[in-house]
DNA sequence: ACAATTCCCTACTTATGAAGTCGGCATTTA
DNA sequence: TAAATGCCGACTTCATAAGTAGGGAATTGT
């Protein structure tokens, strides 16, 4: 199971993603929205402008904007912000390797062997899925700001 | 990252399997062979019996073995008995289903929808790979028991 | 100028789970 | 019948999750 940090960040990357233009949304509005505690949201929020994928303006009509575009983001990229690498083992992480203290071969280790084809499959998927795929890919029949405004 | 504990289960499970014929396997002889604490490996092969997987025998030359067949334990049910559902969303398990607490609706949720493909993914590979397959799939040049007889 | 608004930063709390440790009872067999 | 082995519950220690709390720093509408 993923933290309530992360989930919080991707409902919260999602919305300013989907913000009109380049309207800032504010930590506030965020919060109120999905019932996010706002103390808590500030220093997610935080954590994504210190990983250089949100900007923020302070002060009166202030708030947060996508600082890299939406479909460079991807949901790996974020997940490992929050959680740390994403690896079932320390030995599968490309980006924070550590051998297994207790490994004798990683070659012939099946439980690596067998991890890393689940963590293939995995990564497969959150590593190539952005931000702005999850926005675009919304299913038929919900119907979405455009869309209701045409329809509705 | 899987817990330690899990992954003691997955070494000793494989131990079990790989045994010659029907013979036990001691838990301190599984514990001096992976360098796992004693006491803390009784209380995993406990839980791996109480689910129904090994067996054991009491007393002098007793041990465990396996009670179902290696080619019927998938690594992820045994990966549930020690972490729980592998589901990254409590709406997206199947074993133990829970509506997220501030979900407005499950059809449109995009962190549902793309942890559902990537959960997907790593749920296929790790209910379907059981302990037998990862014995039998041992890498090219690395010597097995069987092997190493023949050849060594 | 100044007060309201908003982001920014640090420290603290509380609860839960991981990873064992410890002591001893129950059963089997040489 | 004693040694070997599994079985069981209670306890400890440390790290992390999930917030709470309080205030400082920048910006802007008036």
Redesign the pocket.
Known sequence: MI???AKYAFRALLAVAAAPDGEAL???EIARRYGI?H??L??I??DL?KAGILD?????????VMLRPADTVSFGEVLRIF?GPLAPLPCLSRQSYRRCEDCVSEATCEIRREFGRAYDASRQVLDSRTIADALASAPFGAPTEEKHRLTG
């Open positions: 933290s309530n940090k504010t930590s506030a505690p103390k808590f500030e220093q929020l935080l402008k923020s303006r302070r002060g009166k009509s202030g708030g947060y959680e």
